[in-house]
């Protein structure tokens, strides 16, 4: 630490870092960079020659003037004609160099939508990222196709048409970074060829809907009932397409049956709409074989979606459409202004993860854990809150409980959080406002402790109830 | 192979996966969906009964039923009242499974804003993302805050603060998938905020105009000179924001002075408005330190962006901004509904990376290198072409080229491209056309290669001008 004060200026306080800091000019920039920074010097100030200031801080001169000058460039310091400097701006302090948290936890965690993250199959993801970073072609870590790397797009389109009865070529498959961008991109799309409104069913997955009003469409609502989304309203509306969760309602969890997928196929082909399906976790399917996607029905009419946010983790931000022909170009384009690609290492590590069979082996080995909780949870339901009517639970990775109307549900879900206990609100989903319900996630929570945390959970429940009434 | 016919029905060409590939009624199921959608089997076909399949394919019946029952759930087979099964709809074929290949090579590649991609370092790279692997808790792998991991917020706002004279916070720091990115959502929060005009440098990017463009934003181009920007013409204008390349203006390679830096901070403090300094690629300056950003003038005035294609490869779509105080909750909202934050894993890994000083050994390590590259490029332009006159390479990765006026720019990347060499023209960057030349990137070609590739460049210039003249 060096303290220099000259009669003619202003005071430094120049704290100098350490020697293995880089060269002595950058840490004396630093220095007053810092100085005028926190405000100790201020806009007008004139700083001591240096000459001066050289032989205070027992530096050469030429290490002083390197620095000034380097300050001089970057608009720091001004060099007055007659041959003072001065400091030029000021800017004030910043603080200590912590981050807020960024995500919440809860000791129980009901969340839907999240599958078991400590399942998550490192080695397996590990192992891809190796063989990526020891094989792929260096060209192959530039700028990207904005459909996504073809690796990635074949083996998608082996996958899909395997396991979730898609009829895909890869070049209709476009990469996105989870599914929020896909729809985002979609919306983009079909706001780019004029259209306007789309459907989405009432209630659906608020997320989607905000991407939808983000890119300028008008959504209209169509009710869900028993068996999802009532197909025959759409006759009725003036949209140019449809967002559909048809195997696995969100959060209803109802699934769509056959006529009614047909119709929807009719709709779309006599519209000349367009089916957008979000088929987020079908691969988890516990009484029968999973629905294949509707995608199959009508390639030409379906833009089918998909992530790995359910079947490996959220935080991979890897999603995926399929679309009607000629409909990929169009979506690259967007996607590349948007983002230029998805990572290319991630792709690549994706495509060899699906091509070694990881992703069923990782599915298989899940499927049974999963359904297993679902039983936990559904028992635990009929002992502790009987009243309740789970629906939605042959599938996917969680159920949506009614609560007796009148329950307050933004009650139960802040006191439950407060106790520690993570949910999500049934009616927050609803466009047309609907009863109360809780959507129950147990992608996260272990079997042995489903009883407990819904005995705990139905305490918050008549806490709230018998503080309403 | 099993081939079946008929007679009450149709012919069927069932080929079934053989044994290993699941179970008998999946692998039907596929066989049969396959037939509708080629076209083999049509809408309205009747098939054979359950029983009767099931005896000429020497499967039990319970098998066929299986596989029937799946496929009138998934909406391609109708059971009848009779009891038949017909199928429902069908859908054209798909060609065989490989998708169109996504980068285009070139034997010489001068195209600018690449790094040397094999120089990547991949080693220190798998070394993070293993450690992420091994040591980040699962909870991390899940749903994402729009700012970004508060690991990497941190690690960069040391870095940026050190290597580039930021002056930032962790949170202000909000991470994108690449600038591309970073910048659409800075044009999405302005529009949100009811800004419509931004100024952009004349020429400035063409991919950073369209995404600009895109958000809604009108572009107002500023011109630029031998010094950048020329600041005084914005006082002129009536814009909320202007777009600059301070300190290594894109393509020309111009530095701005210190004092139209301060006259840029000095406009935006009377307008209220807000400078988006793209940093694009300072990391890299061969004759004296780096000129510190802009926004270490004023922080509550500029988003500085940056990102790691140029100091690591654009494959990794990692980018970042530093935002004014209270801007990045706004830019992380507007994040999440565009992709819900970049992927976990590769954040943690950079954060690993910068913590590790990797970062900093890769640009010490590469710095020279593209010293060595600049020097050969500039000897041999003034050896074959020699009434060139190379512009901006002080810095980054590129020099600006301008031809003889008169010249056919298109006709001379198009011709180049034919011979295998990849440039990019100046004036697809320029808004208001300008005179014909050439951006020259020295990132991707060897040393010992410049001569030769600008013999042949030059070669191909003299065949455009000695046919168009």
Known sequence: MAR????????????????????????????????IRSGRLTPGSVLPSSRALAGELGLSRGVVVEAFEQLVAEGYLVTRPGGATTVAAGSTATGARVARPDV????????PGRPDLAEFPRRA???????????????????????????LRSALSSYLDRARGTASHPDDVVISSGFAQGLGLVGRVLVDRGRRRIAVEDPSLDDSQAVLRAEGLTIVP???????????????TDVDAVLVTSAHQYPTGAVLPPERRLALVDWARRREGLIVEDDYDTEFRYDRAPIGAIQGLDPDRVIYAGSASKVLAPGLRLGWLVTPSGLADELARVKTVADQGSPAIDQLAFADFLERGELDRHLRRMRPVYRRRRD????????????????????????????????DEAAVVETAERAGIGLSGASRHAITPGPPGLVLGYGQIRESAIDDAVRRLTAVIDEVRGSTR
Chains 1, 2 share one sequence.
């Open 4 to 35: 220099s004060r000259t009669s003619s200026t202003i005071p430094l306080h120049l704290v100098l870092a350490p020697d293995g800091a880089g060269p002595v000019h950058r840490r004396l920039e630093q220095a007053l960079r810092d100085a």
């Open 104 to 111: 919440r936890l809860f000791e129980i965690d009901f969340r």
């Open 125 to 151: 993801w590990l192992r891809s990222i190796r063989e990526v970073l020891e094989v792929t072609p260096s060209e192959r870590l530039g700028y990207l196709d904005g459909r996504g790397v073809p690796e």
């Open 222 to 236: 169509i009710p869900v009932d028993a068996d999802g989304l009532v197909v025959e309203r759409l006759q009725t």
């Open 376 to 407: 936990a949870l559904l028992a635990a339901l009929a002992r502790h809150l009987p009243e309740a009517r789970p629906t939605g639970a042959s599938a996917g990775l969680h159920v949506l409980v009614w609560l007796p109307p009148g329950t």
